[in-house]
């Protein structure tokens, strides 16, 4: 079968950052931020009826600061995990950034990497496609992210396997 479009793409920190920013849970980083607002709101609660019943309220203090750190946290999880996931996935590929070649077929996609295919995806399994200014990261229904480096595929072989996926997605 003739391929519609080939990328070859080095995943770099830069590219895996862009891409982990599309699919880090959001919802996690919005929990994370509501727990410690609803903490540190109880931390001044606390302090505000100390101050005004001039009674000791021994909470509101610990209370505000874990509050405070919770919210602080919610902002660093997600650039200390998207570390931690690339430098896993260096490790596993000996050391050095991971390549990975993705080719785009009229009924579906291969991920390959060293000449071994990972993966063969048809357009149906995609369920999202998001762009980034250097990525475009498809979706999987396993929650597999499938990344395709802009500069990597020129302007008409984007369009072919953008009008594929499409037609063929069942989410997109």
Same mark, same amino acid.
């Given at each position: 079968?003739?391929?519609?479009?080939? &990328?070859?793409?080095?995943?770099?920190?830069?590219?895996?950052?862009?891409?982990?920013?599309?699919?880090?849970?959001?919802?996690?980083?919005?929990?994370? +931020?509501?727990?410690?607002?609803?903490?540190?709101?109880?931390? !001044?609660? %606390? #302090? !505000?009826?100390?101050? !005004? +019943?001039?009674?000791?309220? *021994?909470?509101?203090?610990?209370? #505000?600061?874990?509050? #405070?750190?919770? *919210?602080?946290?919610? %902002?660093?999880?997600?650039?200390? $995990? &998207?570390?931690?996931?690339?430098?896993?996935? &260096?490790?596993?590929?000996?050391?050095?950034?991971?390549?990975?070649?993705?080719?785009?077929?009229?009924?579906? !996609?291969?991920?390959?990497?060293?000449?071994?295919? #990972?993966?063969?995806?048809?357009?149906?399994?995609?369920?999202?496609?998001? $762009?980034?200014?250097?990525?475009?990261?498809?979706? &999987?229904?396993?929650?597999?992210?499938?990344?395709? $480096?802009?500069?990597?595929?020129? $302007?008409?072989?984007?369009?072919?396997?953008?009008? +594929?996926?499409?037609?063929?997605?069942?989410?997109?």
């Amino acid at each position: 079968m003739e391929p519609v479009a080939v &990328c070859h793409t080095t995943i770099t920190p830069k590219l895996f950052r862009e891409s982990h920013a599309v699919v880090f849970d959001r919802k996690k980083q919005r929990t994370l +931020l509501l727990c410690g607002i609803v903490f540190a709101a109880f931390g !001044l609660a %606390f #302090l !505000l009826v100390q101050y !005004l +019943l001039n009674r000791v309220i *021994v909470l509101g203090g610990p209370v #505000l600061v874990m509050g #405070l750190f919770v *919210v602080g946290w919610s %902002f660093v999880l997600p650039h200390s $995990e &998207c570390r931690r996931k690339y430098k896993i996935m &260096c490790q596993k590929n000996g050391g050095t950034p991971v390549e990975r070649r993705v080719t785009f077929y009229e009924n579906g !996609l291969t991920v390959a990497s060293k000449g071994e295919v #990972l993966a063969d995806i048809d357009y149906a399994e995609i369920k999202e496609r998001k $762009e980034t200014e250097h990525l475009i990261v498809l979706i &999987c229904e396993d929650r597999t992210g499938v990344l395709v $480096e802009k500069a990597a595929l020129s $302007e008409d072989e984007w369009e072919k396997a953008r009008m +594929l996926i499409d037609q063929q997605a069942s989410a997109i």
